[in-house]
């Protein structure tokens, strides 16, 4: 047993379940399996931004205690694993991640003991836990970047960053012409102890994020470390941040103008699937199936397949599937895309609808340009909400029916939208100050949750709590969890409904996926003999194709057809 943790090594990562009656009046969940070694092949995965889910200790800022407090609800809803968003020390220049201690849990959270206690917690309820791991770059606040600052050009320390010496006179110019990820410049200059301008240092993202040499063996070393500190302590993946964004050409070249494949000076470079196979290695020294879950945005899908070969990655992010349209052809093809790439590498195919750096999906798709891309966020046009939520609800079905695992980013299942207006003195996204406002930020998808209707809020936490970090709109009180729970055409019924359903259903984990000729408006594929799914993306109603049973539908039928911008589960045969 390893201090504090509870939970035993070398025991497998194994408990027996009791799933006690549900605290509402649905169907119960039944208990998820925590015995089965391909449970990430087909797990529901609910994704926590920690600082707004739910607020335990009243200070406005979410917490462990809050999530504590609320596991039961996440058992109701159906849920495998959570995912959080990081929950380390950290100066928040990033919403966390800018980690400054990867084995501290942030004050403003809670602690380790706490985070130990919901481990378990969470487990003896069946719901696994997955961290979010930085990789790419840590807190300028972290112990190695100090320690780099305080030392002289050329010292071991600052061989763990990227320092270099500005070129042209007096060192004034910037190494490369890197853009940021977050717009703007990569490089900032240090300041030498006599206050002469010193050495450049690398950041991908804020200057607040200094990034990490990979090629440097102490990197190798601490993050194998961290992934250890944390697989001790029961944690069942990690969530990998900015995956392919690690290893960097030593030779610094400027960015060519077409980079052939694993060409680009910081994007998907080679070197890194030796980095993911001795993360795998630490992962299976653990029992139980710890899994590592990689953020990977790579337009290539053949590269990105790479990374899922079977002694790498077990999954990684589907985003293609999340930037398309609302466009039976875009998602076709964008499905035909995912699984044709999966199966040589025999790795389950993710479904992502959205999550903390993106826009929320009823308000995306109740535009008239539903796609979404960082490049053209569309913020601000005109959205129909009534129609997004419609198309919200279709599409939880599709992607809960789609072969692999499902993402749930927190909120989607309460149907919140984004929130377009909140006060620019609030907003604390650095995407949005780095683009000089141009960019409108994430901090509209990460607006607290709204669980009880009080008089002074939305019970984002206890009685007399602080405002919420960030406010929210009064008409939240409508998608407030307690109003949803007593109101069975709400999304969040339609989301416990299928995912009971999904578990229940034995084709929508192993049946074979078959496309079935429905018309070019129409996504209708079976799940091995006696499933089907629809989803009518045309104009108008249509015939149900010949079935048994009507499992579930995103909305009423309209005189036994399907409406529009709505999706239906079959039974097909008993
Ligand atoms: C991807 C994360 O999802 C995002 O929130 C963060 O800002 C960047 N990586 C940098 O860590």
Same mark, same amino acid.
């Given at each position: 047993?390893?201090?504090?943790?509870?939970?035993?090594?070398?025991?497998?990562?194994?408990?027996?379940?009791?799933?006690?009656?549900?605290?509402?009046?649905?169907?119960?969940?039944?208990?998820?399996?925590?015995?089965?070694?391909?449970?990430?092949?087909?797990?529901?995965?609910?994704?926590?931004?920690?600082?707004?889910?739910?607020?335990?200790?009243?200070?406005?800022?979410?917490?462990?205690?809050?999530?504590? $407090?609320?596991?039961?609800?996440?058992?109701?809803?159906?849920?495998?694993?959570?995912?959080?968003?990081?929950?380390?020390?950290?100066?928040?220049?990033?919403?966390?991640?800018?980690?400054?201690?990867?084995?501290?849990?942030?004050?403003?959270?809670?602690?380790?003991?706490?985070?130990?206690?919901?481990?378990?917690?969470?487990?003896?309820?069946?719901?696994?836990?997955?961290?979010?791991?930085?990789?790419?770059?840590?807190?300028?606040?972290?112990?190695?970047?100090?320690? @780099?600052?305080?030392?002289?050009?050329?010292?071991?320390?600052?061989?763990?960053?990227?320092?270099?010496?500005?070129?042209?006179?007096?060192?004034?110019?910037?190494?490369?012409? #890197?853009?940021?990820?977050?717009?703007? !410049?990569?490089?900032?200059?240090? +300041?030498?102890?006599?206050?002469?301008?010193?050495? #450049?240092?690398?950041?991908?993202?804020?200057?607040?994020?200094? !990034?990490?040499?990979?090629?440097?063996?102490?990197?190798?070393? /601490?993050? /194998?470390?961290?992934?250890?500190?944390?697989?001790?302590?029961?944690?069942?993946?990690?969530?990998?941040?900015?995956?392919?964004?690690?290893?960097?050409?030593?030779?610094?070249?400027?960015?060519?103008?077409?980079?052939?494949?694993?060409?680009?000076?910081?994007?998907?470079?080679?070197?890194?699937? !030796?980095?993911?196979?001795?993360?795998? @290695?630490?992962?299976?020294?653990?029992?139980?199936?710890?899994?590592?879950?990689?953020?990977?945005?790579?337009?290539?899908?053949?590269?990105?397949?790479?990374?899922?070969?079977?002694?790498?990655?077990?999954?990684?992010?589907?985003?293609?599937?999340?930037?398309?349209?609302?466009?039976?052809?875009?998602?076709?093809?964008?499905?035909?895309?995912?699984?044709?790439?999966?199966?040589?590498?025999?790795?389950?195919?993710?479904?992502?609808?959205?999550?903390?750096?993106?826009?929320?999906?009823? +308000?995306?798709?109740?535009?008239?340009?539903?796609?979404?891309?960082?490049?053209?966020?569309?913020?601000?046009?005109?959205?129909?909400?009534?129609?997004?939520?419609?198309?919200?609800?279709?599409?939880?079905?599709?992607?809960? @029916?789609?072969?692999?695992?499902?993402?749930?980013?927190?909120?989607?299942?309460?149907?919140?939208?984004?929130?377009?207006?909140?006060?620019?003195?609030?907003?604390?996204?650095?995407?949005?100050?780095? $683009?000089?406002?141009?960019?409108?930020?994430? !901090?509209?998808?990460?607006?607290?949750?709204?669980?009880?209707?009080?008089?002074?809020?939305?019970?984002?936490?206890?009685?007399?709590?602080?405002?919420?970090?960030?406010?929210?709109?009064?008409?939240?009180?409508?998608?407030?969890?307690?109003?949803? /729970?007593?109101?069975?055409? $709400?999304?969040?019924?339609?989301?416990?409904?299928?995912?009971?359903?999904?578990? @229940?259903?034995?084709?929508?984990?192993?049946?074979?996926?078959?496309?079935?000729?429905?018309?070019?408006?129409?996504?209708?594929?079976?799940?091995?003999?006696?499933?089907?799914?629809?989803?009518?993306?045309?104009?108008?109603?249509?015939?149900?194709?010949?079935?048994?049973?009507?499992?579930?539908?995103?909305?009423?039928?309209?005189?036994?057809?399907?409406?529009?911008?709505?999706?239906?589960?079959?039974?097909?045969?008993?």
């Amino acid at each position: 047993m390893h201090a504090n943790t509870g939970v035993d090594r070398n025991e497998p990562y194994v408990e027996s379940l009791r799933i006690e009656d549900a605290p509402t009046g649905h169907a119960t969940q039944v208990a998820p399996s925590t015995t089965d070694p391909d449970w990430w092949r087909t797990a529901v995965v609910y994704q926590i931004y920690i600082r707004s889910f739910a607020d335990g200790n009243g200070d406005g800022t979410g917490d462990l205690a809050g999530v504590r $407090s609320r596991l039961a609800y996440l058992k109701e809803l159906g849920v495998d694993a959570i995912w959080f968003t990081p929950w380390y020390r950290s100066p928040l220049a990033d919403g966390g991640y800018d980690v400054a201690d990867y084995r501290a849990i942030d004050p403003a959270f809670g602690d380790l003991g706490e985070a130990e206690a919901l481990i378990s917690e969470a487990l003896a309820l069946g719901i696994r836990t997955i961290i979010d791991v930085v990789p790419n770059h840590v807190s300028d606040q972290h112990e190695w970047f100090a320690a @780099a600052l305080a030392s002289a050009p050329g010292s071991p320390e600052r061989e763990r960053f990227w320092f270099r010496d500005g070129v042209g006179p007096g060192g004034d110019g910037m190494p490369t012409h #890197w853009v940021s990820e977050f717009t703007g !410049d990569t490089w900032t200059r240090t +300041t030498n102890p006599d206050g002469t301008p010193g050495q #450049w240092y690398l950041h991908l993202f804020t200057p607040q994020q200094p !990034d990490l040499n990979w090629n440097h063996p102490d990197v190798r070393r /601490e993050f /194998e470390d961290v992934l250890r500190f944390w697989f001790d302590r029961g944690v069942a993946g990690v969530r990998i941040d900015s995956a392919v964004l690690l290893v960097k050409d030593p030779a610094l070249p400027e960015l060519p103008e077409n980079p052939a494949p694993g060409e680009h000076p910081t994007v998907d470079r080679d070197e890194l699937h !030796d980095i993911y196979r001795g993360w795998r @290695a630490v992962a299976d020294g653990y029992p139980g199936a710890r899994t590592l879950v990689g953020e990977i945005w790579l337009p290539d899908i053949d590269r990105f397949a790479k990374y899922l070969r079977p002694d790498e990655l077990h999954m990684a992010f589907n985003f293609d599937f999340m930037g398309r349209p609302w466009d039976a052809a875009q998602l076709r093809d964008s499905i035909d895309t995912t699984l044709a790439a999966h199966a040589p590498v025999d790795a389950p195919s993710t479904w992502v609808l959205s999550n903390h750096d993106v826009t929320r999906p009823v +308000t995306r798709y109740g535009r008239a340009d539903s796609s979404f891309a960082f490049t053209s966020k569309r913020f601000g046009t005109p959205t129909d909400l009534e129609l997004g939520t419609r198309r919200a609800r279709a599409a939880a079905l599709l992607v809960a @029916a789609l072969p692999g695992s499902l993402y749930i980013y927190q909120g989607d299942e309460l149907g919140l939208p984004e929130v377009e207006d909140l006060p620019l003195d609030l907003i604390q996204d650095p995407m949005h100050f780095r $683009s000089n406002g141009v960019d409108p930020g994430r !901090d509209g998808c990460r607006v607290p949750l709204p669980w009880r209707i009080t008089p002074d809020g939305l019970g984002f936490g206890p009685v007399g709590a602080g405002t919420p970090w960030l406010p929210q709109p009064a008409d939240w009180a409508a998608l407030a969890v307690e109003a949803q /729970e007593s109101d069975a055409s $709400s999304m969040l019924w339609l989301y416990r409904e299928t995912l009971r359903l999904r578990r @229940a259903i034995s084709e929508l984990a192993a049946g074979e996926f078959r496309w079935l000729d429905a018309g070019p408006s129409v996504l209708s594929f079976a799940r091995g003999d006696g499933f089907v799914h629809v989803t009518n993306l045309g104009d108008g109603a249509i015939e149900l194709p010949t079935h048994t049973d009507l499992l579930l539908a995103s909305r009423p039928l309209e005189n036994g057809r399907l409406p529009k911008d709505s999706s239906a589960w079959l039974r097909t045969q008993h």
